[in-house]
């Protein structure tokens, strides 16, 4: 009987160990499974509040209008000069092809408020990309989560692996490049 | 007695016409001194959210960052396609100069994303320009009153003589140029 209870106990206790192996090995895994970078689209990102404008011109010489803005937690580290950026900052940057505004040039040709005016607007969007902060999940990428959605659908990793390595430069500035337009 | 009594409702009604009259005087006086244009920012403004962001090229050839920002009231229609845009909706423009970021550039010339890119951001604020709708106050200008504000003053009446002229072309969006971003 204490031999069978023995037993009993060892074989309890292998299984107990096998059971925390597995376990151990699986979160390993599901951690090793984790992205690095984004997989969704943060919800909300286009009631974000503005943070800046800016404009890129492409080496084929096309431009972009851009806007990058800001979740609340964002808008008020930026606003308080806090950095670096907490937990919860969300940063999107939105992307658009510049294109001329015919029906706004029409009135501006007219000379007012002055001759030789052009507009340029929104055109198609080209992507969307997020900088979401958390310094425990992110850690290996300077506490950001990148993402980069093309027509909904995320970047492969190859372009993924990218983003942080472009951000370092801005390691004075939390890994971020924009900065806060008055 | 009686007569005195006449005498002092008489003399009631005379006061009160005189001052019925000195009201609507006044009233008057009021409706008239109420400017056609904005004499005050809108108060934040600056929270408002994204409708659209555009670029201006001046006669002299120097370009302006363009950010459009909305109030809940005037997202919501955008959104939603509703046309007059309702009392109370508000639309801000922020006007900057564009510069050259050098110290994005720095980045971008290293070759990634892409060779031969130039990152342009918002350098000194030109104006802010406002609209505001309510159809009553301003139903001279298109229910619209308009404003202007460099460093923080709003421009002279002449000037803002000018905005609704040059907003009626755009009579069949409501007198409102800028289309929503997506």
């Known amino acids: 009987m204490k ?4 037993v009993g106990l060892s074989a309890l206790a292998a299984i107990a160990f096998i059971v925390g192996i597995t376990a151990i090995a699986s979160e390993h895994g599901d951690e090793a499974s984790v992205p690095i970078f984004l997989t969704e689209i943060p919800q909300g990102y286009r009631d974000f509040g503005l943070i800046a404008v800016s404009r890129l011109i492409a080496g084929n010489g096309s431009s972009q209008l851009r806007a990058q803005l800001g979740n609340d937690i964002a808008i008020k ?5 806090k950095l670096p950026f907490p ?10 092809n510049e294109i001329t505004s015919e029906e706004n040039n029409k009135v501006l040709a007219k000379g007012f408020p ?3 005016m052009q507009s340029f607007v929104p055109g198609s969007g080209v992507n969307i990309q997020f900088m979401v902060k958390d310094s425990k999940k992110y850690a290996a990428t300077g506490g950001w989560g990148f993402g980069d959605f093309t027509n909904g659908k995320p970047g492969n990793e190859k372009l993924m692996q ?5 951000h370092v430069p801005a390691k004075d500035h939390d890994f971020v490049f924009t900065q806060y337009a008055p």
Chains 1, 2 share one sequence.
């Open 3 to 6: 031999r069978n209870a023995a």
């Open 77 to 81: 580290a930026y606003r308080e000069g």
């Open 87 to 96: 937990d919860g900052a969300i940063i999107a940057a939105l992307h658009w």
């Open 114 to 116: 002055g001759a030789g």
């Open 162 to 166: 990218t983003c942080f390595a472009c």
